[in-house]
């Protein structure tokens, strides 16, 4: 009798399943379709996402047909453009129970010069937006690199080059479009739905799929930046050095401390390919001649190779040299709550010329400014901007990130390296995660904490997806 189940309500969905795609403006794929590998496929080609179908939209209304459609049969719709975050979304056959929802076809960006707005599709990057911004001499809060999807980036908070200065990018978004569990079209912001606003800016896509969003854009016109690069074996004298240096900064300046192990790559410029170096990477809101100055410290120990130099924000894009298409990873990230010389050296230790390490990057951010919460509040009232959604900011100073590639045979020590990274700094560690670069299942308290802030974005996923029809890689039930 099971079994007669089973195939009656696979039949039943099969048929809802053609349905939906006669009414698609875009496609629907399912498994054995010609191009279900393509469509299921995430940026980190390490991730392997099963999903019961594949939705391609290419319109607003596929979106809302879809969740509707989901919605009647008991399945889940989990949206996504890029995929640069899919690991927790896919862990544990995630997806075994949803339709994937890729929007990444959806990429239109307008830019209102004289109201320094952007609005963007749901499946708009970063290049997309840069590109047309640019003209304007104006700036967005971007991620490092052109095919971060901006919609992800934004609902999970946005840290960006500019962040010290301006803070998270989801601090400044001014108006969010998304289709609710219910199939339901909404605009929202600060005056319209305010709790779901509040929400969406940082608490990431458990609560609706966005179809366009809104914010804002800065007049930069230059900006001072570029990398210092030394041999690996000088990590621990860079890097402490670096983390005094970031003690003495003003919110003008964002910088990463790094170590990386290029492979022998003949796209790779040469005095890369094979090498494995310490950089420091940093952008500076001021005048050359303020940034050389403010630079000094690090130029003392004398760089091999030194970049730094006066740019548009369009060039930074390329500054933390992430890979310029899809590739396997294998990588997570720590909030540090402090880094004195200790933590320092953990590092060094972990990652570092005699550590044995087989990750490609390891990185320290420094972040602070106008990242630290109460700063990004008081920002906010003295700009007369709406106060700071779900996640305002964090109560950290750096950000760590490390990630390799997951060649055959050699993810176990992969495995190993990046939780020997993690165990050695875990002494200073932050109470919370970042969401963005948290790429593995972690419960929702450890992203949002346990100020109020959890059981105010579970209610209001309970006020608009009682049922649990939208998925997210973090959700707030977690």
């Known amino acids: 009798m099971n ?16 349905m939906l795609e006669e009414r698609l403006d875009g496609r ?32 607003v209304a596929d979106i809302a047909r879809t969740v509707r459609m ?10 996504q453009a890029t995929g640069h975050n899919a690991g927790p979304l896919a862990q544990d056959g995630g997806l075994a129970d949803a339709i994937l929802l890729r929007t990444h076809e959806l990429r239109g960006v307008e830019v209102r010069p004289n109201q320094r707005i952007a609005r963007v599709e749901p499946g708009a990057q970063w290049g997309d937006v840069v590109a047309a911004t640019a003209p304007h ?22 840290v960006s080059w500019l962040a010290r200065s301006h803070g998270l990018a989801a601090n400044h978004v001014v108006a969010v479009e998304l289709v609710t569990a219910d199939g339901a ?3 929202v912001d600060a005056e319209h739905d305010a709790e779901l606003f509040w929400a969406v800016r940082g608490g990431g896509g458990d609560f609706g799929i966005v179809t366009a969003i809104e914010f ?22 860079v890097l402490e050095a670096w983390a005094d240096w970031t003690a003495t900064l003003p919110d003008t300046v964002t910088s990463v401390g790094r170590v990386l192990r290029f492979p022998p790559m003949p796209e790779l410029p040469p005095f890369l390919s094979g090498r494995s170096l310490v950089v420091v990477e940093a952008v500076f809101q001021e005048s050359p001649e303020r940034a050389d100055e403010l630079l000094a410290p690090l130029r003392a120990l004398g760089p ?5 130099h006066p740019q548009a924000p369009a060039e930074l894009l390329q500054l933390h040299m992430d890979p310029p298409a899809p590739v396997p990873g294998h990588g997570d990230g720590m909030l540090l709550a402090s880094l004195p010389g200790a933590a320092v050296r953990a590092f060094v230790a972990a990652v570092g010329s005699d550590s044995g390490s087989t990750l490609l990057s390891a990185e320290i951010r420094h972040v602070g400014g106008a990242l630290e919460p109460d700063a990004a509040v008081a920002a906010a009232q003295a700009e007369g901007r709406p106060l700071p959604g779900a996640v305002s900011g964090f109560d950290a100073q750096y950000l760590v990130y490390g990630v390799g590639i997951p060649v055959p045979g050699a993810m176990e020590g992969l495995v190993a390296s990046l939780g020997r990274l993690f165990s050695q700094i875990e002494p200073w560690r932050a109470p919370v995660e970042y969401l963005n670069f948290a790429e593995r299942a972690v419960p929702a308290s ?14 209001v996923k309970q006020a608009v997806d009682p049922t649990g029809v939208i998925r997210s890689n973090h959700p707030v039930r977690r």
């Open 3 to 18: 079994t007669l189940v089973s195939e009656t309500e696979a039949f039943s969905l099969r048929e809802a399943f053609a």
């Open 28 to 59: 629907l794929l399912i498994p054995g379709d010609d191009g279900w590998d393509d469509a299921r496929q995430a940026w980190n080609l390490a991730v392997d996402q099963r999903p019961a179908a594949v939705v391609v939209a290419a319109s």
């Open 70 to 79: 989901a919605r009647a049969y008991g399945l889940a719709v989990a949206p």
């Open 137 to 158: 001499g104006l700036a967005a809060l971007a991620g490092s690199s052109h095919d971060v999807g901006v919609v992800g980036y934004t609902l999970g908070g946005g």
């Open 185 to 187: 079209f909404r605009r």
């Open 216 to 237: 804002e854009l800065f007049p930069i016109a230059q900006v001072v930046a570029g990398t210092l690069f030394w041999p690996i074996e000088r990590a621990g004298e």
């Open 304 to 308: 091999a190779i030194d970049t730094v």
């Open 446 to 459: 450890r992203i949002f904490g346990d100020d109020g802030r959890l059981a105010r974005l579970r209610a």
